[in-house]
């Protein structure tokens, strides 16, 4: 997967454009502003998984009702990865509503393509987890609350699958 991923950001160009992550969900639509200042390297490596198609068909699942949705594993289980890990890149971006940061295990260097985007604020989180972006606007904000707000059982995972049906990188 490392190698499509690097291939499909070879046009990449942060100093050039903006870019956004837009997933399109079965509860509506989130769209991400990337923070390449703050972590490029994570920025790098979501706009590659998107455009490799690898979050197409994912599902959200793990919700913690106040504390964050998270996706992004090729299981569904929360113990996959895209076959590679990136170092981490704390940063100054604190944990509020609408960040997205990477998921990983306990080593700090061990994020991969699993995701979560938080529903509150969670300082214990601050240059612990890598931030990488935002919600673009209230009404994708909106859709991580929705999200957010579903049942879950065993594991924090959803009673219903929340699934991540298409995302696409829009560049500005």
Do not use: W
């Amino acid at each position: 997967m490392k190698s499509k991923v690097d291939q499909a950001t070879h046009d990449v160009d942060f100093a050039a454009h903006t870019y956004q992550v837009r997933f399109e969900t079965s509860l509506g639509e989130i769209v991400l502003n990337l923070l390449p200042d703050k972590a490029p390297n994570h920025c790098r490596n979501m706009i590659g998984l998107v455009r490799s198609g690898f979050y197409d068909g994912l599902t959200f699942h793990r919700i913690i009702s106040g504390f964050m949705i998270q996706g992004g594993c090729p299981q569904g289980t929360g113990t996959g990865n895209p076959g590679y890990q990136i170092a981490a890149e704390f940063n100054d971006v604190p944990h509020v509503a609408g960040v997205l940061s990477m998921a990983r295990s306990q080593n700090p260097n061990s994020a991969g393509s699993q995701f979560f985007i938080c529903l509150g604020t969670h300082t214990h989180l601050d240059r612990n987890y890598t931030a990488f972006g935002r919600t673009a606007d209230e009404a994708s904000l909106d859709v991580v609350r929705r999200i957010g707000a579903v049942k879950t059982g065993a594991g924090d995972r959803p009673v219903q699958p929340v699934k991540i049906n298409r995302a696409e990188v829009v560049v500005g």
